[in-house]
């Protein structure tokens, strides 16, 4: 019988995976100082090991996530095994998403150290929100199916059968004719607004990113709505400038800020003259911030929720509009990797607040 070959001592099986691992690992001492790192690590940060060891973690992290990974570490040295994901940089390293445990290494019935163990997670998350992205669309055309399609197909067949039985010189043959062909031009707007979101959903139909020039996009939207916004009485003031620009498609963003004001002009409150203010805020984390307010008629926003920006929700139902154009601007601005908020209340105006890329 064949003898068994020998087993590794636990060093040098241990040292083995942490050598040859791509997670990065590092052992920590109750002050966060770096006794090991192994070469994930080293790669990660771009540093030999002699630059490593002796320093503390938190000098290789950003300030705002340093307390949390602090917290973890004393949490640890009390016996607690701490899991926790994070999106953070290290080092000079891109920002990405880490999946870290935290684990207290036992001597004498005491912990003497912490060994952290951080795997990337960046690309599944990522994948998770694309999966979030397409069930939430999916929602959204199962409702237009079984809304908006549905309804004016079914009328449509109706009209379609009632004309069988009318003659063609009949009152009520041009009468069903006109409901048929109502029916069908709604049925059309609702098929062309899925063909609109769809292409904006294919990203391989979207241009790369490029440095647009912001105030001339927004001059460019306000001079093609003037006719529009002097007949109702109102004024647009752009204080953007000029040398202000941002990483998006131009396309999308002349579309975002003509569904704003747009809305703006539709809205307006009744009592008073529409006032719209195109403005920008220093620069943020979140990047270049855009607000675009007006004195308008508002709208219930507690009472809207998370419906603001869903397709087909309306919340002036007394004026005419099929509750795309929302829709459309976050829709877009999502593509671009920007974010859109909403103040507003009754009677007193709206106010979004935009963030692009720079």
Not at 213 to 238: F, I
Not at 266 to 280: E, G, M, N, Q
Not at 288 to 296: E, P, S
Request: glycine letters at 6%; one cysteine or more; proline letters at 5%.
């Amino acid at each position: 019988m064949a003898s068994r070959p020998p087993i590794a001592a636990s060093e040098v099986r241990f040292r083995s995976l942490f050598e040859s691992t791509p997670e990065i690992i590092l052992y920590q001492n109750e002050e966060g100082t770096i006794l090991d790192a192994n070469p994930a690590f080293l790669a990660l940060v771009n540093l030999p090991k002699e630059l490593v060891i002796g320093r503390t973690y938190n000098e290789f992290l950003p300030l705002d996530v340093q307390p949390m990974f602090s917290e973890k570490l004393r949490e640890a040295f009390t016996g607690k095994t701490m899991r926790f994901d994070m999106s953070t940089s290290q080092g000079t390293s891109e920002m990405r998403h880490w999946d870290v445990v935290k684990l207290p290494l036992w001597e004498n019935s005491q912990v003497v150290g912490v060994h952290m163990i951080a795997r990337d997670i960046t690309e599944k998350t990522k994948n998770q929100e694309e999966i979030f992205a397409q069930n939430q669309d999916l929602q959204q055309f199962t409702y237009i199916v079984s809304h908006n399609l549905r309804s004016p197909l079914a009328n449509a067949l109706g009209l379609v059968e009632l004309l069988r039985t009318e003659e063609s010189n009949s009152p009520y043959f041009a009468q069903t004719h006109a409901h048929l062909q109502q029916n069908l031009q709604q049925l059309d707007e609702v098929l062309r607004d899925m063909n609109t979101i769809l292409t904006i959903r294919d990203k391989q139909t979207l241009d790369a990113p490029h440095d647009v020039p912001l105030a001339e996009v927004v001059q460019q939207v306000v001079h093609s709505l003037a006719d529009v916004v002097e007949e109702a009485g109102g004024s647009v003031q752009v204080q953007i400038p000029a040398g202000v620009r941002v990483r998006a498609n131009r396309a999308y963003l002349h579309s975002i800020f003509l569904n704003l004001l747009t809305n703006a002009i539709k809205y307006r409150a009744t009592d008073r003259p529409l006032r719209v203010r195109i403005s920008t805020q220093p620069d943020t984390e979140m990047g270049q911030c855009i607000i675009v307010a007006d004195n308008g008629s508002g709208f219930d926003l507690e009472r809207a929720g998370a419906d603001v920006f869903r397709l087909y929700k309306r919340f002036h139902p007394n004026h005419p509009g099929r509750g795309l154009g929302l829709y459309l601007v976050k829709t877009h601005i999502d593509s671009m990797g920007g974010h859109i908020s909403v103040q507003s209340r009754v009677d007193e105006g709206t106010r979004f607040s935009i963030f692009l890329p720079e």
